[in-house]
């Protein structure tokens, strides 16, 4: 079980710990011996379990708001009640149960029993709806259950004898239940879950099988998520910017490029969309003119075009779905989606890869294969690729995967670094922690196809003609892997 694992199943623990010890309390000070002892425990432990079982109902509700801030509030509301009934225990003592009136009495059933009982079940509830739960009512109730089984043991048999006062055991199960929603908060740093998106401007929701949120216990770790079919197509942060590790080493690396000023861009498929919109919004930072200007995005479904559009107008650029095959050497303004199939595309018509038409393309190796490692160039696909290119032009490919079960990939490297002047293999030393844990329970096996697996290395490649892959020997943790190819005239300057 992981760190986050074992926290999260001794938060209800410690919190079901603070609860015995604030039951069987608010039971020596309320019961007492004589004729009214019997209908007295009846309505205290009623009275316990009714409110536990109500506060278990309240947060289970489901809610629209942040999960991680609703179970924040509940945990507030179980340290403020322990609180409340530590002050109250106080009073009591000190003015010997107020004479014992039936005010008095009701007050200390609520103050005692009802409201911090309520609070514990409102937090058990709360997990159990909680985004990732994988089962969380099963687990975090009979832990919650368990510690208050302890709780009562521990009272009863060391903690009352040592102490000796209600007011000290209280104050006990308050520092006892403030460990167990500090542990809680430790517990829900990593954990990520998935997240309506609201319409926008009178619009109405995005269908959230090709446009969710994605959103994290800690804000770093939110992102919007393109999805198809149950595949992960593309991550981006909310703000637009790369999440994956490739995406961000596409980023960093493409500031160095030296394309042509006002050239255009096409990327067939939309994982790699972080790195057209971060073109699209440099181009507009230009003074005397956009370094890329025409920005076409192909894939095949339109659904998924039509979340992209979506996703773009969230993040602030423009962008507009249209229809046909080909990308008009005219049109060079905008981002420009085309719901053009990528297989199509690489087929080998002249109508969706115009000759010398781009100063850069982008391969979405995804938009061919379920994973990294199952990429495979179709057969002549490499040369229409580099035939669409302008003088000087570049080529990325990615996500690739080095090593795992698909083996090396530095042959295969080799093999399309011959077709062009110049050729960069970037390769990674893992897969960082994000990209191999941080993703929403039933996503699980879609989030681990869309990136390497474990074992392996991710990796991409750069390729195009004269100095036009001078990218630097190290970008965000990818290191540039020398093609000794011979005449294919061998990058070895940054």
């Not at 006892?176 to 998106?197: D, Y």
């Not at 570049?394 to 295969?412: C, N």
Request: charged share 20%; aromatic share 6%; no cysteine.
């Amino acid at each position: 079980m992981t760190s986050g694992g074992w926290l999260r199943g001794l938060s209800p623990f410690l919190l079901g710990v603070a609860m015995g010890i604030v039951a069987l309390v608010a039971a020596g000070l309320l019961l007492y011996g004589g004729p009214g002892f019997l209908p007295a425990l009846v309505v205290v432990l009623a009275t316990q379990l009714a409110s536990a079982a109500l506060g278990v109902g309240y947060g289970a509700r489901p809610r629209g708001s942040d999960p991680v801030e609703v179970l924040r509030r509940q945990w507030l509301l179980v340290l403020v009640a322990v609180t409340l009934a530590v002050v109250f225990s106080m009073a009591w003592e000190w003015f010997a149960g107020f004479g014992a009136p039936a005010l008095s009495q009701g007050l200390g059933l609520a103050l005692l029993a009802a409201l911090p009982l309520f609070g514990a079940g409102s937090v058990v509830g709360a997990l159990s709806r909680f985004p990732q739960s994988g089962g969380s009512a099963v687990r975090d109730g009979p832990a919650a259950i368990l510690g208050a089984a302890a709780g009562v043991l521990l009272t009863g048999l060391v903690f009352f004898p040592m102490l000796g006062s209600s007011a000290a055991l209280l104050l006990l199960a308050l520092m006892v239940a403030s460990t167990g929603a500090l542990l809680q908060g430790r517990s829900l740093e990593g954990v990520v879950w998935t997240q309506p998106l609201p319409g926008r401007d009178g619009a109405g929701a995005p269908d959230p099988e090709y446009l969710q949120a994605w959103v994290g216990g800690r804000s770093e770790r939110s992102r919007f998520v393109l999805a198809e079919g149950g595949r992960i197509r593309g991550v981006l942060t909310p703000e637009g910017g790369p999440f994956l590790s490739v995406d961000r080493a596409l980023v960093r690396g493409i500031e160095g490029w030296t394309g042509a000023k006002g050239g255009r861009a096409l990327f067939l498929g939309v994982g790699r969309l972080p790195l057209a919109l971060h073109l699209r919004s440099r181009g507009r930072r230009e003074e005397g003119g956009a370094r890329v200007a025409g920005l076409h995005v192909m894939d095949g479904s339109p659904d998924l075009l039509a979340a992209v559009e979506e996703l773009a107008h969230r993040v602030g650029t423009e962008a507009s779905v249209r229809s046909g095959k080909a990308a008009p050497v005219g049109e060079q303004e905008g981002l420009i989606l085309r719901p053009v199939p990528v297989e199509e595309a690489l087929a080998g018509s002249s109508e969706h890869l115009p000759p010398a038409s781009f100063d850069l393309v982008v391969l979405d190796t995804l938009a061919l294969a379920s994973s990294p490692g199952a990429f495979r160039l179709p057969s002549g696909a490499l040369q229409r690729l580099l035939s669409t290119l302008r003088p000087h032009g570049v080529l990325i490919l990615g996500p690739l995967q080095d090593g795992g079960a698909s083996g090396p990939f530095l042959d295969r490297a080799r093999e399309m670094a011959r077709h062009v002047p110049r050729a960069s293999l970037y390769v990674a030393g893992r897969v960082s922690r994000e990209e191999a844990e941080e993703r929403p329970a039933r996503w699980d096996e879609p989030w681990r196809q869309s990136v390497p697996e474990p074992g392996s290395r991710p990796a991409f490649m750069v390729l195009g003609g004269g100095r036009a892959t001078g990218w630097p020997d190290r970008v965000e943790g990818y290191l540039r892997v020398v093609l000794d190819v011979g005449k294919a005239a061998v990058e070895t300057e940054a």
